[in-house]
């Protein structure tokens, strides 16, 4: 209670059905708790007593305690936050269960980042920069060796399924009607495509190397709306329909620049001869429909894992 005291002066204004303002009362520092008589003051966690400057909010003043260098723990939570963002798997896992029951793959490098986060004023576009300049944030997701199986070990990079906004924002990209993910737009309107795909594919607490889809998910992909938008040429500013209607391009051509546009890679020898195979009528296959050939392939692509991963 005293910790929650240093939130009493929060106060929310209504207006009608919707909380309009919300302000802080800078001189309430105390919280009345509840079915009882008792008032309690607010203190830090260690029992210590602020220090209150004029016209400083109780949050600000316990901010300022959270974050001074002094405080260790503080500085390893965060930096292990951020170390578990990029790799999808923290030194300490799960990341909110610091505990002696429960200690740091790596304590030595996990005191490092501290150290350095604090040094640098608890800057977090230096520890990105730091840990995505390492060699091991660097390492491809192959495994090539048995001992890589653990992703404790950080001997190669683990596969991480993207969220509901990446997956919306790279599907909207490569269908060729990009535009950022508006998060409001899901607050206000959540039978958006964008609210969609955030219920959807909403996983609170799943670990990002360890999810997996869904029905509801694989249908939403298979036969959702911006799905069926992407892989139809009619659409306007599609993908699809550029390269359909691109003179310049062979099959061959097309076939690679759908390959670009899905997964940003060209595609092997062996899926470009089963592509062209496919689009192209042989003696194995009938489709003479070259378009809508295209448009399978593509559909595919879209709905591959290699398309719902980070790798």
Not at 70 to 76: I, L, M, Q, T
Not at 228 to 245: H, M, N, W
Not at 265 to 280: C, G, L, N
Request: glycine share 4%; proline share 6%.
């Amino acid at each position: 209670w005293s910790f929650a005291a240093f939130f009493a002066g929060i106060v929310r204004e209504r207006q009608g059905d919707f909380v309009s303002l919300v302000r802080e009362l800078p001189d309430r520092r105390e919280i009345g708790v509840p079915d009882t008589d008792r008032v309690v003051q607010a203190m830090y966690l260690d029992g210590a007593e602020p220090r209150w400057r004029f016209r400083v909010g109780p949050r600000e003043t316990l901010a300022n305690w959270i974050t001074s260098a002094d405080n260790p723990y503080f500085a390893r939570a965060a930096a292990n936050r951020i170390w578990s963002q990029l790799f999808g798997i923290g030194i300490v896992e799960p990341i909110d269960d610091f505990s002696d029951a429960n200690p740091p793959s790596h304590p030595e490098l996990l005191d490092l980042l501290a150290r350095e986060f604090v040094s640098h004023k608890f800057d977090l576009k230096f520890m990105i920069r730091a840990i995505t300049a390492t060699n091991t944030y660097q390492l491809s997701s192959r495994q090539t060796h048995s001992s890589q199986v653990d992703p404790r070990t950080f001997a190669r990079m683990s596969l991480q399924g993207l969220t509901p906004e990446q997956l919306y924002d790279c599907l909207a990209q490569a269908a060729g009607s990009y535009q950022p993910f508006q998060p409001q737009v899901v607050f206000f309107a959540a039978q958006t495509p964008q609210g969609e795909f955030v219920e959807t594919f909403a996983e609170e607490g799943a670990s990002k190397i360890e999810r997996e889809t869904t029905i509801l998910q694989s249908l939403l992909l298979m036969n959702g709306q911006q799905v069926s938008l992407a892989v139809s040429p009619e659409s306007p500013r599609s993908t699809l329909g550029a390269i359909v209607d691109s003179p310049f391009l062979d099959t061959k051509g097309k076939i690679e620049t759908l390959y670009l546009a899905a997964l940003c890679r060209m595609p092997t020898e062996s899926e470009w001869r089963k592509a062209i195979q496919y689009v192209e009528p042989t003696e194995v296959t009938l489709n003479k429909d070259a378009t809508k050939a295209l448009s399978d392939i593509f559909w595919a692509l879209l709905n591959s894992t290699e398309f719902l991963v980070n790798h």
